[in-house]
């Protein structure tokens, strides 16, 4: 699959406002955007770390992957999914298929910051949500 970068680590938390702090405290610098996720039912801040971003997610409802996450980590935030830079989304999901990878998404969808996304089921990622990531062109 061959990706570039580690574009960013998913963490989820349960207000993003109350983890601000400690954020800007790690990365040395502020929080540059924070955006709604309508459809995922989160909302995003995200840090800068070199090329790297940490990506905050809150959940915005109950019914949200997100706030189930936190809920089964005992009602703590963490580490949530690690995305992957790839040249063509739909292309590394192709090769994952055909390399007898399970995916969550059969085809790319746009994300948070208008990135096409797709997601690997941890069952067959070691136990790590695993997220492809394409660039907007
Ligand atoms: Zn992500």
Redesign the pocket.
């Known amino acids: 699959m061959k990706p570039s970068h580690i574009?960013?680590?998913?963490i989820a938390v349960t207000s993003i406002e109350e983890a601000l702090p400690f954020f800007e405290f790690l990365t040395g610098d502020k929080c540059y955007a924070i955006e709604e996720v309508a459809d995922q039912k989160v909302r995003?801040a995200f840090f800068k770390v070199g090329q790297t971003k940490i990506?905050l997610?809150e959940p915005t409802c109950p019914e949200s992957t997100i706030a189930k996450f936190i809920e089964k980590n005992g009602g703590r935030g963490g580490v949530?999914?690690v995305?992957f830079n790839v040249e063509n989304v739909a292309d590394a999901l192709a090769e994952a298929k055909a390399a007898g990878l399970q995916l969550i998404d059969e085809a790319p969808r746009k994300?948070?910051e208008n990135?096409m996304?797709a997601f690997l089921h941890p069952k067959s990622t070691k136990g790590i949500l695993t997220?492809l990531?394409q660039q907007p062109r």
């Open positions: 574009e960013h680590l998913g995003t990506e997610l949530h999914h995305a994300g948070a990135l996304i997220e990531c």
